[in-house]
């Protein structure tokens, strides 16, 4: 079974930090592109960040350029997710995901979603 599983979220000031993980399961991680989602209340899912496995590019959505880092552990399977300088308008669900191919913004080529992990930051 493939499993990936979202952890880390929670309530911050704004300013603050955050680091979530995802420790995934039943795929050859290493071989995969893996990739960040967010979605506030009332709006579209939207690409954060992915990192592609043909070239070990990372790709941010300008919102959180500057403030967020992804990055990966093949050896324990896991992706994480570093928060910095949280503003309100991060507040949503996140979700890692995982697939063939990563086109920065979209969903294209994820194959495999975990759950979200809810990320509010207080004003």
């Known amino acids: 079974d493939v499993q990936l599983q979202a952890s880390g979220g929670g309530l911050v000031q704004a300013g603050g930090s955050l680091r979530l993980s995802c420790a995934t399961s039943g795929f050859s991680f290493k071989d995969y592109a893996i990739g960040w989602f967010r979605r506030a209340p009332g709006k579209e899912r939207e690409g954060v960040s992915c990192?592609?496995?043909?070239?070990?590019?990372?790709y941010y959505v300008d919102s959180v350029k500057g403030r967020f880092t992804m990055s990966r552990d093949n050896a324990k399977n896991t992706m994480y997710l570093q928060m910095n300088s949280l503003k309100p308008e991060d507040t949503a669900a996140y979700y890692c995901?995982?697939?063939?191919?990563?086109?920065?913004?979209?969903?294209?080529?994820?194959?495999?979603w975990g759950e979200g992990t809810q990320v509010t930051v207080s004003s």
């Open positions: 995901a995982a697939g063939l191919y990563c086109v920065p913004g979209t969903a294209e080529g994820m194959d495999y």
């Open positions: 990192i592609n496995s043909s070239d070990g590019r990372t």
